[in-house]
T-cell receptor, first 114, second 116 residues
Framework: QQQVKQSPQSLIVQKGGISIINCAYENTAFDYFPWYQQFPGKGPALLIAIRPDVSEKKEGRFTISFNKSAKQFSLHIMDSQPGDSATYFCAALREDTGRRALTFGSGTRLQVQP | EAGVTQFPSHSVIEKGQTVTLRCDPISGHDNLYWYRRVMGKEIKFLLHFVKESKQDESGMPNNRFLAERTGGTYSTLKVQPAELEDSGVYFC??????????????FGPGTRLTVL
């Protein structure tokens, strides 16, 4: 049973467009939701993260929108650039147990065309 | 500052053979994690060390996998004997052991394991 479901599997966006990646989670005890960006040949790198007490967090061109009642969160990349082409993973973690095991989505391969 | 390093970057072995993967965390990071991504699916947690102790090994798939972190520095993950379904990319990550800072896990580039 996959606890974090991510869509779409792949995404093609024109330069300057908005990229949107969606995730849904099952476990309401999750309280930390990071997004990771992975370039080919590299490991995933933390991009931006949010906690459920806020509905939106913005860092530069990257925004996380969080809907606690729907158990969904999404990543929006504004003014998408070819350099944003990468695989993006959403993840979730339950901090209060002390466990630090991240539960990941299956990833979205983003291609931004020039 | 050097990031998380993993060795080898690729490994191709026959079914039934043994493979040992190595991870060197960022210096000073007490937390070390192993994850695996199989066939383009989600990245799955395997286990978590705090220094040399296994904090959480709930994700280890079976007893063919053995992880060690002697001395609390680098870690090894041994697969013995390897099966076809063990193929995938094995990621190591590390984090600091301070509140909130321990949430940010820094990942290595991974070891791509192919079992034939």
């Amino acid at each position: 049973q996959q606890q974090v479901k991510q869509s779409p599997q792949s995404l093609i966006v024109q330069k300057g467009g908005i990229s949107i990646i969606n995730c849904a989670y099952e476990n309401t005890a999750f309280d930390y939701f990071p997004w990771y960006q992975q370039f080919p040949g590299k490991g995933p790198a933390l991009l931006i993260a949010i906690r459920p007490d806020v509905s939106e967090k913005k860092e530069g061109r990257f925004t996380i929108s969080f809907n606690k009642s729907a158990k969904q969160f999404s990543l929006h990349i504004m003014d998408s650039q070819p350099g944003d082409s990468a695989t993006y993973f959403c993840a979730a973690l339950r901090e209060d147990t002390g466990r630090r095991a991240l539960t990941f989505g299956s990833g979205t391969r983003l291609q931004v065309q020039p | 500052e050097a990031g998380v390093t993993q060795f080898p970057s690729h490994s191709v072995i026959e079914k039934g053979q043994t493979v040992t993967l190595r991870c060197d965390p960022i210096s000073g990071h007490d937390n070390l994690y192993w994850y695996r991504r199989v066939m383009g699916k989600e990245i799955k947690f395997l286990l978590h060390f705090v220094k040399e102790s296994k904090q959480d090994e709930s994700g280890m798939p079976n007893n063919r996998f053995l992880a060690e972190r002697t001395g609390g520095t680098y870690s090894t993950l041994k697969v013995q004997p390897a099966e076809l379904e063990d193929s995938g990319v094995y990621f190591c990550a590390s984090s600091q052991n301070r509140p909130s800072a321990n949430l940010e896990q820094f990942f290595g580039p991974g070891t791509r394991l192919t079992v034939l």
